[in-house]
């Protein structure tokens, strides 16, 4: 048998409907599907798509995905675990292949697959470009958060790290069990459909939170340098334009040319080749606003470290 655990938001149940009907098209159909709920939400699972599949829907001990997700393992039977989001739709056959290659391929202890999309925005169509996993990203091992799966003996020695809250989670997981000597790759018919944010609101606040995951991952557990260059670009552009914002006020419009300057030469350093206008100049605000997020949170980790902070 294989769980699917699903980790919920309260405000996304429609998404999490159409993935429960998704997951009750599955051709596998020896299968249970466990719901993480944030903590102290009541969700009204009448109201969903009937399903003789859901056999727990469970809330969350702690926060953050990462606990969720151990959560989910947790309250789960199968001899296989499969992980995907509740903004997500499994392909007919995702099950059926998660199956078939870990039969085929036994001496693998994880597995992931890709996404499709069809962008209704510039937003969407930015991830369509840049979220697709990288050779290299496969050869480490790495898969998507919303389309992984795992034997359950992997979880009899780890499990997600629950001080990453958002963003990095998966990746993290994988790496330590890449270092550990277990095995996992990804596969390009292993396919979800992923909608993903379909707001520039939706689409920040996505971004902002994996800086709360890649700093603690980096500041705080590897003890690696946070920022590099083009963060000390984007630092610069930040502090220059709120200097010229300030200046104008009492008349001085020419500082406006510093801020003009560093963010040419950030665009010019975030620009790549197989990118469009559009995607490369979403490159270039993700970049601002990840470094923007990376200083908050790490900010965030030295105030608690000093005892100013809870």
Partial sequence: ???????????????????????????????????????????????????????????????????????????????????????????????????????????????????????????QRWILKRYHLSPTAIEAGLCHGNNMAYKRAVFDTFQFDENLLFGADESEFQTRLKAAGLLGTTFQDLLIRHQHRNSFLSFSKMRWGYGQGHSYLYEVKYRQALFHWNDLLNVAFFISFLYAALLTLRGVVWFWLFPTFFFVVTASHEKQSDATMTVWLIDVYVSMLWTLSKMYHSLKYHLKRWGWIR
């Avoid at 944030?38 to 995905?65: A, E, F, M, R, Y």
């Avoid at 499969?82 to 039969?103: G, M, N, S, V, Y």
């Fill in 1 to 123: 048998m294989i769980s699917v655990v699903i980790v919920t938001k309260y405000e996304r149940w429609d998404d999490l409907d159409n993935c429960l009907s998704a997951l009750a098209k599955q051709k596998f159909q020896d299968f249970e599907i466990i719901i993480v709920v944030p903590k102290n939400v009541n969700p009204q699972i009448q109201d969903l798509s009937p399903t003789k599949w859901i056999t727990h829907v469970i809330s969350q001990g702690g926060v953050g995905i990462s606990n969720a997700r151990n959560c989910g393992v947790k309250a789960a039977k199968g001899e296989v675990i499969a992980f995907t989001d509740d903004d997500a739709e499994p392909h007919r056959d995702w099950l059926e292949k998660i199956k078939q290659h870990f039969d085929q391929q036994p001496e693998l202890d994880y597995l992931g697959g890709e996404f499709t999309l069809e962008p209704k925005n510039i937003w």
